[in-house]
């Protein structure tokens, strides 16, 4: 059994990333649980007259010691581009925090990390938490074209970057996929851990598959209550159907019926 | 101090607060954020006899003030519930009511029959309402026949309290409300889901991978609000309402209506504290009409 | 250009988006606004025989995403329509229905005998689903026996386009809707108000002086669209679409699932103008998905 | 028939008059359509998640010169209080304008005007709008206490004001029917005018009728459509049911069947 909160936080910081993802930083008056790359929050939409379930987002970065965190929103529909007009000082209620995390890696291990579109923040916020020597962690972001890319230099700290965009307008042509740090030697990698859109996970998985390299991914799918008793989040799994939002959102590409 | 207490039956309830079948897990899910005896009572995930992978995803959609689910009873079967949940939740110190779901007479019967052996269950809430199995399910609830059947037969093996669940799409309901008591009910609640639908007009599907689902939330309040008003004068036994309940008001207006104990279900998706926020709101609300009992509310609507 | 025109029997529309019978008046309340002729249809304000006043006051309460009505079918009668409203709105460029209401069979072939001298009424509206009003209305239309009597005995005074209005308070909407179809009616248009209440908490009364009224509104829009999608696929006769449209997409879904004609209800209280947004939004839908006609649009749900 | 519009107005100031009473003033791009006291515009409500229809609000000033209209508006409920949270800037829609005026006072005219609560918006226009010498405009405004009562000195200029409070803490102690303007001559004045809660406005009448002096009251009968289509606004009168919004707000109380 693991404690669940329902809290308000205060907006500390809405920054805009670019055309479509902002950066929101938020602080609580309680004391934060632990929380872990790959877990979750589940966001309540305020004064929202069409919204009436929360929505669910990655969390990004924390900080113990100012009892803040953050989360990468990425507008796709009403609920997201609402919430990402929110302004420092604004309350936020939050269910949190939901999931299991990524499998942290062992001591010496070579890992990929993969963010595709607003897949990114449990990525980097998992390369951050690694405890890993720098050369031991390539990071790959793959995007539409350079205006939907997250800019991420300060984790050049933590990782190698690597850009992958469809329109070749920064770093690699192609999709993730398609990058030389992924084709040419994914046999290298201890772990490979993945976080975006339905498609590129599907592509990775089948590749980290083929090379037999141990896999875990991030799922999306649509969820009401995000605590494991609405049973509408559902993925097929060799276990039967499991709730992404208690059993995942972090699955081994294994466990899954791809 | 205020005194929350009501009866079903012979159930006592230590407040009114209990949540909806489908929308609590097994309890276990609601004690990772507060003690389940804090409420009434809760109202246990639709178990079936045998495992079910339920239906296929999406299994929801949102829609204005509620949501659609097709979630198809997804258990893992009563034996698994009574060997691995049921010893994990029966201390709990709050009615613990197990919703049961049959494709037959003869599962109904056999889940009872289980579930009998269970001591700290002391009722159990038939399904007969659920819009989102084929096999059975709401196709009991609709007819007064099918609905008499499933109860006459469950009644001859089961002596706690046995509440009857009502499904809102039918001409009558207090037809059905009636037809349940006559073959020895002891409450009835209501209601389920509505069949419904969502489309997503760009790319011309379902929204649901079963087309159609049961809608829930506020959106149902008025329609569920009315069926217990009519009830609750049509039937002599005690009525636990549901349906799109938010907040201490929402909850309030069903007990004025004759509702005995409300259910809270999909706005705990929105808030897991609502009901506890509804509890005190009762109390408060008591308080400030000077009513020492929480059965002053019940049936309490002047026309 | 995208064409918009649709048929329903032999009437022609020009767009596929007409108002709902008692939330645009007599079209001239529409008209202080825009030009009427820019929708396709009007379904008038429910017109009985004799002058009636409707129901008391308070009439209606706001609920979530939507509102209960008690009107109670106030209307001047057939008479007073014919000799002061008719002769003002007959000469607007769209399709008038009258929407007739009676308390008894006889009601509606007296009324449908002089809505049938009136040239420009191609079209006649059977109200048999509104759940306001004691005498009849509603009582008709949830049992087959019913809706086919008078569906039956109005076809045989009525040559020109006939449509039956059903209620959405039955176990089996499509049971009445083949029933209907079986006596002749040339469309069917459906949902009609659910029947719901609502109660003030504090004051521990209802909300209406009826106690219950008419649900409306983006709430049932889920129920609605189901019900259409159901009725698309039982019977061969076109469909007109109600039920919570608030805009160009929950109409298109509305055609979707098989809707020739959608009426906009509610939605016009929050905002006049949403018909006119609602023509804009289909055709700009129609080219983004390369279609010709509108007619691509209907029961195009792709399964 | 009148003429009527769907328009998107900017708020050029929202301004607290006292705990429950806010002055909102907004402007429009499009010229104004003539205006009179006793008509309303129906508000839209935005982002509120539990506000479903729009809310009618009298109309308090026009500036045809500046194409601004006011209005004053009193929390009851959930929408009037999330519309006195609007700020300048902001964009409001309106469906107006709506209803019947006041019939106007003849010129020689003695006239009692009679505001209770939010009724005082249309009072004051009225007063403006009459023409008449401040002499023969007396004002008489009802409220709780002293905190309720909107400042309306700058109407000093158009008719004598006189206060009623239910504390005292304002003008005389208690209803407006038992204030001294009231009370002493009633069958002086040609026309009595009044806005505001129902027990007001049929105290006023039953009073008005006695005298057998002309009175018209305003009334705020719940709306859906504010427009006259959806028949639920209605009051019985002479005529039958007649709708508020459009046979009304204003009635000649000889018309009611208080
Ligand atoms: C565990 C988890 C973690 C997530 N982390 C992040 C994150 O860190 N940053 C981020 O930007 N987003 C994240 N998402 C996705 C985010 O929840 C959705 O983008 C958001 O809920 C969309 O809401 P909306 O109201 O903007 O879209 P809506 O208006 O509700 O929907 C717009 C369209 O998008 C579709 N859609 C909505 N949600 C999803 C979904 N989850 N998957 C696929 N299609 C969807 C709808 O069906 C609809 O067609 C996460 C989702 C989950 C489940
Ligand atoms: C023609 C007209 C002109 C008006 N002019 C003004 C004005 O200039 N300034 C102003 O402040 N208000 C005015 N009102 C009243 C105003 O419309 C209501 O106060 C407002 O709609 C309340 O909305 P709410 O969401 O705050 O209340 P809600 O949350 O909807 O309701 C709160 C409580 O108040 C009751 N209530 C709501 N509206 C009314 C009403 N109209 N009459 C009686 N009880 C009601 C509800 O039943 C409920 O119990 C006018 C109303 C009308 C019809
Ligand atoms: C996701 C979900 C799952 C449900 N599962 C069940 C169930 O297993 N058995 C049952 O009797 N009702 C089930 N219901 C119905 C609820 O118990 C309740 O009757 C209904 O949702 C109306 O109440 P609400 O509007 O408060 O949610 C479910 C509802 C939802 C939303
Ligand atoms: C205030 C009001 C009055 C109505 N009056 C009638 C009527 O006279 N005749 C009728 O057939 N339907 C009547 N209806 C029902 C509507 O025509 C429509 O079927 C229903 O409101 C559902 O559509 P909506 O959700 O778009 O409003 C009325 C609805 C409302 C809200
Ligand atoms: S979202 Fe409810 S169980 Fe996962
Ligand atoms: S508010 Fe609709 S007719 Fe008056």
């Known amino acids: 059994m693991s404690k669940k909160f329902v809290t308000d936080f205060t907006v500390v910081e809405n920054k805009k990333l670019n055309s479509t993802n902002f950066l929101i930083k938020i602080k609580s008056d309680?004391?934060?649980?632990?929380?872990?790359?790959?877990?979750?929050?589940?966001?309540?939409?305020?004064?929202?007259?069409?919204?009436?379930?929360?929505?669910?987002?990655?969390?990004?970065?924390?900080?113990y010691k100012a009892n803040t965190l953050s989360m990468i929103i990425k507008i796709l529909g009403r609920g997201s581009k609402k919430l990402t007009q929110i302004e420092a000082g604004d309350s936020i209620s939050l269910v949190y925090p939901l999931g299991k995390s990524f499998t942290y890696p062992k001591k010496n291990d070579r890992i990929l990390l993969i963010g595709g579109g607003s897949g990114v923040a449990?990525?980097?916020?998992?390369?951050?938490?690694?405890?890993?020597?720098?050369?031991?962690?390539?990071?790959?972001?793959?995007?539409?074209?350079?205006?939907?890319?997250?800019?991420?230099?300060?984790?050049?700290?933590?990782?190698?970057?690597?850009?992958?965009?469809?329109?070749?307008?920064?770093?690699?042509?192609?999709?993730?996929?398609?990058?030389?740090?992924?084709?040419?030697?994914?046999?290298?990698?201890?772990?490979?851990?993945?976080?975006?859109?339905?498609?590129?996970?599907?592509?990775?998985?089948?590749?980290?598959?083929?090379?037999?390299?141990?896999?875990?991914?991030?799922?999306?799918?649509?969820m009401a209550c995000?605590?494991?008793?609405?049973?509408?989040?559902?993925?097929?799994?060799?276990?039967?159907?499991?709730?992404?939002?208690?059993?995942?959102?972090?699955?081994?590409?294994n466990e899954l019926k791809w | 101090m205020v005194n929350l207490k009501v009866k079903l039956h012979n159930l006592e309830f230590k407040n009114p607060v209990t949540l909806a079948s489908g929308t609590c897990g097994f309890a276990r899910e609601i004690a990772e954020f507060y003690d389940p005896g804090l409420l009434g009572g809760h109202f246990l995930k639709g178990t079936t006899l045998k495992n079910r992978d339920g239906n296929a995803y999406p299994r929801m959609a949102e829609t204005p003030?509620?949501?659609?689910?097709?979630?198809?009873?997804?258990?893992?079967?009563?034996?698994?519930?009574?060997?691995?949940?049921?010893?994990?939740?029966?201390?709990?110190?709050?009615?613990?009511?197990?919703?049961?779901?049959?494709?037959?007479?003869?599962?109904?019967?056999?889940?009872?029959?289980?579930?009998?052996?269970?001591?700290?269950?002391?009722?159990?809430?038939?399904n007969i309402s659920c819009p989102n199995v084929k096999e059975g399910g709401m196709a009991f609830g609709v007819t007064c026949p099918g609905a008499e059947m499933v109860t006459r037969e469950v009644r001859k093996v089961y002596n706690k309290t046995m509440i009857v669940k009502l499904?809102?799409?039918?001409?009558?309901?207090?037809?059905?409300?009636?037809?349940?008591?006559?073959?020895?009910?002891?409450?009835?609640?209501?209601?389920?889901?509505?069949l419904a639908m969502a489309i997503d007009a760009e790319s011309r599907t379902p929204k649901l991978s079963t087309i159609t689902g049961g809608l829930s939330g506020p959106a149902i309040k008025p329609i569920a609000l009315r069926m217990v008003w009519q009830v609750a004068n049509a039937?002599?036994?005690?009525?636990?309402?549901?349906?799109?309940?938010?907040?201490?008001?929402d909850a309030i207006e069903f007990m004025l209506a004759g509702a005995s104990v409300i259910q809270v279900g999909t706005a705990i998706f929105t808030d897991p504290m609502i009901p506890l926020k509804i509890v005190e709101g009762i109390e408060d609300y008591m308080k400030r009409h000077n009513m020492q009992s929480v059965n002053e509310i019940i049936g309490g609507l002047q026309l």
Chains 1, 4 share one sequence.
Do not use: W
């Open chain 1, 226 to 253: 995000g605590f494991g008793v609405c049973l509408c989040c559902i993925e097929p799994t060799n276990q039967g159907n499991q709730c992404v939002c208690t059993d995942g959102p972090v699955f081994n590409i």
């Open chain 1, 30 to 63: 309680l004391i934060l649980p632990e929380i872990k790359p790959g877990q979750f929050v589940n966001v309540e939409i305020k004064d929202a007259s069409e919204i009436f379930l929360r929505r669910p987002f990655s969390i990004f970065e924390v900080d």
């Open chain 2, 65 to 126: 003030s509620g949501m659609l689910n097709a979630v198809g009873l997804q258990n893992k079967g009563i034996d698994y519930f009574i060997d691995n949940i049921y010893p994990e939740i029966k201390d709990y110190d709050t009615q613990l009511i197990i919703n049961v779901n049959g494709s037959t007479v003869e599962d109904y019967i056999a889940l009872t029959e289980k579930v009998n052996e269970l001591d700290n269950i002391q009722a159990i809430e038939l």
């Open chain 1, 122 to 222: 449990p990525m980097l916020f998992l390369a951050k938490e690694s405890g890993l020597p720098i050369e031991n962690v390539d990071i790959l972001l793959g995007a539409r074209t350079s205006e939907d890319h997250v800019d991420v230099h300060e984790y050049s700290n933590y990782a190698n970057l690597h850009y992958a965009s469809e329109d070749g307008s920064i770093g690699e042509k192609g999709f993730v996929t398609q990058h030389s740090v992924f084709t040419t030697n994914l046999k290298a990698y201890n772990k490979i851990y993945a976080c975006g859109p339905d498609g590129m996970m599907r592509a990775i998985a089948k590749e980290a598959k083929t090379a037999e390299v141990f896999c875990e991914v991030s799922l999306e799918n649509l």
């Open chain 2, 235 to 249: 039937v002599k036994i005690p009525v636990v309402g549901i349906g799109g309940i938010m907040n201490a008001a």
């Open chain 2, 167 to 194: 499904s809102p799409n039918v001409t009558d309901i207090t037809e059905i409300a009636k037809a349940v008591e006559g073959q020895g009910a002891d409450s009835v609640s209501l209601v389920n889901t509505f």
